[in-house]
C-alpha cells in the first residue's frame, strides 16, 4: 500500500520509497526525497515562478529516460500550472513548483528539474543570462574552469557579476543575475561572448555546436538563453550514474580546480555544503544585484 505523507497540510502518496534509483550507489527513492526535502530552502527560490519543465528518469539512469514540459497525469489540482502557449500548442501549460508539498510531489516522480532564463508572469523576458560550458574530450571541467575564468573577467569589464554551479554532468554553467531584457537580446549578447572567447582562446574555445569542432574542447553554450530552451536548475540531481548535483560553487573553486574529482558533488555532499556556504546563487533573486545588459 503507497504511504501516505502530509507536508505542509497537503496529503502526498509517496511512492516505491526502497526502490533503488541510482545502482552504482545504491541511492534509494526515499533518499532521493529527504535531499530535495532538505536542500528546499535554498532550491525553492531558484524554481519559484518559473515554469518547469522535467526529465523523468522513474527506473533510474539506464533506465528510459523521456523528457515533458507537460503536467504529468494525475498533477494534483493543488499544484500550481500556468499558461504557456508554444508553436505546437497554443494552450500548453507548465507546472510552477511554489512551495515543499508541490516540491515533494515533483521529486516522487524522478525527475530533473529545468527552468527557462525568464519569470511566468513575464515570458520571454530573461532576468538572467546563462553560459553552458560543455567540454569535449579529453577535455573536462578543468578546462571549463579556464574558460569561465576569462567569460569572469570579461563580464565584469560589462559591469555584470557571474556565478558559476557544476553541471552536474561534465561541465561548468555561468549565471549572470540581470535586470529583466528580451531573451533575444540576451542570447546575441551571450552568443557575442562565446565568439570572443573563441577569438581570445582559440585552442581552448569553440562557440559552434558543431561535433567535428568540439573534440579537446570547451564548447560555450550560448543557446539556452533562447525563451523557448531550458537549464539544469542549480541543486537539481542529475540523470547520471552516480546522484550528480547541479550545485553552486566559489570562485575559489573554480581557480583551483586541477583534477575533474574536485568538482563533482553528489547528493550526500550537499547538506554540508549548504551549512557552510548557505546558497551561493542567492545573488541570482536579489533584484539589487542584477546588472544592465550591455
Not at 92 to 100: E, K, T
Not at 185 to 194: P, T, W
Not at 247 to 253: F, N, S
Request: charged share 20%; with cysteine.
Amino acid at each position: 500500500m503507497t504511504p501516505i505523507t502530509e507536508v505542509e497540510g497537503r496529503r502526498l502518496a509517496l511512492s516505491n520509497l526502497e526502490k533503488v534509483i541510482y545502482p552504482a550507489t545504491g541511492t534509494t527513492k526515499g533518499e532521493i526525497l529527504h535531499y530535495y526535502a532538505t536542500a528546499a530552502p535554498c532550491f525553492l527560490p531558484h524554481l519559484l515562478g518559473r515554469p518547469l519543465s522535467f526529465l523523468r528518469y522513474p527506473d533510474g539512469p539506464d533506465g528510459q529516460l523521456f523528457f515533458t514540459k507537460n503536467p504529468p497525469p494525475g498533477t494534483p489540482s493543488w499544484v500550481k500550472t500556468v499558461s504557456v502557449p508554444r508553436s505546437e500548442d497554443k494552450n500548453a501549460h507548465q507546472v510552477i513548483v511554489q512551495d515543499l508539498p508541490s516540491l515533494m510531489w515533483a521529486a516522487n516522480l524522478v525527475v530533473e528539474f529545468h527552468t527557462p532564463q525568464w519569470l511566468a508572469d513575464a515570458p520571454a523576458l530573461a532576468d538572467r543570462l546563462v553560459l553552458d560550458l560543455d567540454p569535449g574530450a579529453p577535455a573536462t571541467v578543468v578546462e571549463c574552469c579556464r574558460v569561465a575564468l576569462w567569460l569572469r573577467e570579461r563580464l565584469a569589464a560589462d559591469g555584470l557579476e557571474a556565478y558559476a554551479k557544476t553541471s552536474g554532468a561534465k561541465g561548468l554553467h555561468l549565471y549572470v543575475p540581470l535586470e529583466p531584457a528580451p531573451s533575444e537580446r540576451v542570447q546575441a549578447y551571450a552568443k557575442q561572448l562565446a565568439m570572443e572567447a573563441e577569438e581570445e582562446l582559440p585552442a581552448l574555445v569553440v562557440h559552434r555546436m558543431t561535433k567535428a569542432l568540439r573534440p579537446g574542447k570547451v564548447f560555450v553554450d550560448h543557446s539556452q538563453n533562447n525563451a523557448a530552451k531550458t537549464t539544469a536548475a542549480p541543486y537539481t540531481l542529475r540523470a547520471r550514474r552516480d546522484p550528480a548535483v547541479s550545485a553552486p560553487v566559489t570562485w575559489e573553486e573554480v581557480e583551483s580546480c586541477g583534477n575533474p574529482a574536485q568538482l563533482v558533488f553528489l547528493m550526500a555532499d550537499m547538506a554540508p555544503r549548504l551549512t557552510e556556504y548557505g546558497d551561493l546563487l542567492a545573488p541570482l533573486l536579489d533584484p539589487d544585484e542584477a546588472g544592465p545588459l550591455p
